[in-house]
T-cell receptor
Framework: GAGVSQSPSNKVTEKGKDVELRCDPI?????LYWYRQSLGQGLEFLIY????????KSGLPSDRFSAERTGGSVSTLTIQRTQQEDSAVYLC??????????????????FGPGTRLTVL | SQELEQSPQSLIVQEGKNLTINCTSS?????LYWYKQKYGEGLIFLMM?????EEKSHEKITAKLDEKKQQSSLHITASQPSHAGIYLC???????????????FGQGTILTVHP
């Protein structure tokens, strides 16, 4: 079946412009995550959506960053007034809960290939 | 400060050699994930450990979580060029028995395997 897809794969923009990054999760996955990966910071959590619950936005670095998830499926990460420090690879992941034999559960995340954002 | 420390930062081995990558936390780990990433690609889930002393294996890769749940190791036996990539550990801080997957990651270990 299809995995997580992201578009565009590469985005070059000028400082101060707004950008939108798209994520198509695996069908049926209720959870969706956005991460950012850069050389200096490693892989950072940005935002998490679970079903119809309010998203966990605790990882968003500033109010220039926002994300939506429409209809519990596709998600868009928007960065307004981009800055050079926003340059990074933005990764999206989706997951479903997996229950263990011990009664606990975890989310096995499937990652998309990422969008490489370059802000000039 | 970085919550998860991975060591080594990079590793170069000859094909066929065994190797170990470590992931250490100053806080208790309630869910420890191991991922592999190849350049230009997303992360591939390898294994997830929750219980102290737990050990899981998949093909030639074995991951362990220590009893105190503050350190995990990833061991590759008889390495192959296909094992090359970046290995990342990720920690879930949730203590309620359910891991939501909102992870804090280590800086990664770059593995090179020479044929």
């Amino acid at each position: 079946g299809a995995g997580v897809s992201q578009s565009p794969s590469n985005k070059v923009t000028e400082k101060g412009k707004d950008v939108e990054l798209r994520c198509d999760p695996i069908s049926g996955h209720t959870a969706l995550y956005w991460y950012r990966q850069s050389l200096g910071q490693g892989l950072e959590f940005l935002i998490y959506f679970q079903g119809n619950s309010a998203p966990d936005k605790s990882g968003l670095p500033s109010d220039r960053f926002s994300a939506e998830r429409t209809g519990g499926s596709v998600s868009t990460l928007t960065i307004q007034r981009t800055q050079q420090e926003d340059s990074a690879v933005y990764l999206c992941a989706s997951s479903r809960p997996i229950r263990t034999s011990g009664g606990s559960s975890y989310n096995e995340q499937f990652f998309g290939p990422g969008t490489r954002l370059t802000v000039l | 400060s970085q919550e998860l420390e991975q060591s080594p930062q990079s590793l170069i081995v000859q094909e066929g050699k065994n190797l170990t990558i470590n992931c250490t936390s100053s806080k208790t780990l309630y869910g420890l994930y191991w991922y592999k990433q190849k350049y230009g690609e997303g992360l591939i889930f390898l294994m997830m450990l929750q219980k102290g002393g737990e050990e899981k294996s998949h093909e030639k890769i074995t991951a362990k979580l220590d009893e105190k749940k503050q350190q995990s190791s990833l061991h590759i036996t008889a390495s192959q060029p296909s094992h090359a990539g970046i290995y990342l550990c990720g920690a879930d801080r949730n203590a309620g028995g359910t891991s939501y997957g909102k992870l804090t990651f280590g800086q990664g270990t770059i593995l090179t395997v020479h044929p």
